[in-house]
């Protein structure tokens, strides 16, 4: 069995569900360690642990991926979620596609770069905690300075290998009305908050964002995810909240974006960044993405966007606005899914893709 495959069984046999990072961390660190790497890490609280790691002199190419991996759901699996579990040409398990997979492919083809003979690129492996949350760990890597320069970046995400240019950014925001309660018979006494937030919902399914369309990720996009307020039906409530996910394109200003979206929602509310990540774009034509496409990834088509957000919102900035590419062996549509496989053959393809780009590199 292919070593990347072997890796990522070990990988998945480790729950690291909403957390416990660190086991998946540790066994990276010494394999790391003892392929010439020098390894930090990154701890972003108790049991939840990243790392980056370094080979070689010079400006790196950064290779990167999470540890994480997203709860299994209320649905019954019909393989046992952390056995790793090979059905032909499928691995079964949490993560096998979202991305341990990836990880694995990434390490063994650093490991064989390292191993490799002649002039070799530097590389960094920045491997991070609670992606699945909105990127926290990249954020907090980010802030604390451990992810220096770079020539490119490369995001191992599940992308069945094809060479992905981008994905759109994602700002979340909590909307705030405050109120004053009195008796449900007598409301005139009261300053009822949901009338408030219900006339901020409105406009935010009027709002315009006011750019353009992107030519490749589409139009910018805003949605009401929930809303809630009140404490029993004969009350005036006096609080009431909801939630908005914008998405947005290459370009956009989030903080230009935010004033807009206050204006439009009127004085009544007030607003709480939730998430913030920029949207990621690198064109076809860089010489980043032709080294992936000349090493085998696949072209990223008619589709050349990642329909998530990933790590590289926080890291392509960290490592000095390079240009990033999406590009790993899981299957997008298994995500998240019950049942989760990746094909075996996708995770070998990905080493050798990493491999032969890091050697044109």
Known sequence: MNEAVKLTRELVRIDSVGGNEAAVATPLARRLEAAGFEVREHEYAPGRAGLVARWGS??????????DTVPLGAQSWTREPHSAEVDGDRLYGRGTSDMKAGL????????EHGRGQGRRVALELVLTVGEESGCEGA???????LVGPSRGLLVAEPTANRALLGHKG???????????????????????AIYKLARAISAAERFDHGVPKHPRLGAPTTNVGTAHGGINVNSVPDLAQATLDLRTVAGQDHAVLRDRLRKALGGETTLEVLTDLPALWTEQEDPFVQTLLSAGAHAPGDGPAASYFTDASILASACGGVPAVICGPGEPDQAHVTDEYCEIPRIEEAVDIYRAALARL
Do not use: C, Q
Not at 58 to 66: M, R, S
Not at 139 to 145: F, K, L, N
Not at 175 to 190: D, I, Q, W
């Open 170 to 192: 994602a700002l979340w925001l909590k909307v705030t009305a405050h109120g004053r309660t009195a008796h449900g018979s007598m409301p005139h006494l009261g300053d009822n």
């Open 139 to 145: 954020i907090d890597m980010a802030a604390r300075g």
């Open 104 to 111: 694995a492919a990434l390490v063994v083809a650093a490991e």
């Open 58 to 67: 010079g400006l790196p190419v950064t290779l990167t991926g999470h540890l």
